[in-house]
């Protein structure tokens, strides 16, 4: 167990819709980084936030968006979903300034129908 | 444009033996690397890391090491166990790029046969 929590597990929706994923990161960890892992592809870094300031983004959507609360929890909404959107998504935490390991939570695997 | 590769999707390698995984990158930016390793239904989990300040870092039955002339790094397992089987995913990340963002290969899965 990472330590770090996802929920839902699993999600299915149909094209168009909304969805939050959400993640809480490890107790005393201050930066959360989302990734998405689409079929046979590795993790595509989406975003990271840093104590509640976006701190990096990579290849995300605009149709995506994250945010991370003062409980240093986040949540990754998705909208007007595509079925090029089913994939696996993973939170992952680490310390401040941490250029070692990150943590990750057990994913939410999304389906869109 | 694939930063970092692992060119080889598969490998299969008896118990006891030893289990090499490679990974190639082309980002000479990159001065950390780090190896996880997934089981089916679970997030990666971190298995070893390497600065680029070095050439080599062991731990236990698990050794990375890092050509940076040839922008290659290897883990090596000794000696197998079934319980190795996963898929293993190199990763890469910039200490100076203002992020601690990891670049991630698409994996190698690993099964070790009794």
């Known amino acids: 167990d990472s330590g770090v929590t996802q929920t839902p597990k699993h999600l299915i929706t149909a094209t168009g819709q909304r969805v939050t994923l959400r993640c809480s990161p490890r107790?005393?960890?201050?930066?959360v980084y989302w990734y998405q892992q689409s079929l046979d592809q590795g993790l595509q870094f989406l975003i990271q936030?840093?104590?509640?300031?976006?701190?990096a983004k990579g290849n995300i959507l605009e149709r995506f968006s994250a945010q991370q609360f003062p409980d240093l929890h986040s949540e990754l909404n998705l909208s007007s979903l595509e079925l090029g959107d089913s994939a696996l998504y993973f939170c992952?935490?680490?310390?401040?300034?941490?250029?070692?390991?990150?943590?990750f939570g057990p994913g939410t695997r999304l389906t869109v129908l | 444009d694939q930063q970092v590769k692992q060119n080889s999707p598969s490998l299969s390698v008896q118990e006891g033996r030893i289990s090499i995984l490679n990974c190639d990158y082309t980002n000479s930016m990159f001065d950390y690397f780090l190896w996880y390793k997934k089981y089916p239904a679970e997030g990666p989990t971190f298995l070893i890391s390497i600065s680029s300040i070095k050439d080599k870092n062991e731990d236990g039955r698990f050794t990375v090491f890092l050509n940076k002339s040839a922008k290659h790094l290897s883990l090596h397992i000794v000696p197998s166990q079934p319980g190795d089987s996963a898929v293993y995913f190199c990763?890469?990340?910039?200490?100076?790029?203002?992020?601690?963002?990891?670049?991630f290969g698409k994996g190698t899965k690993l099964t070790v046969n009794p």
């Open positions: 936030y840093y104590n509640g300031e976006e701190r």
């Open positions: 107790s005393g960890d201050l930066s």
């Open positions: 992952a935490s680490s310390v401040v300034d941490s250029y070692n390991e990150q943590f």
């Open positions: 990763a890469a990340g910039e200490s100076q790029g203002g992020s601690e963002k990891l670049v």
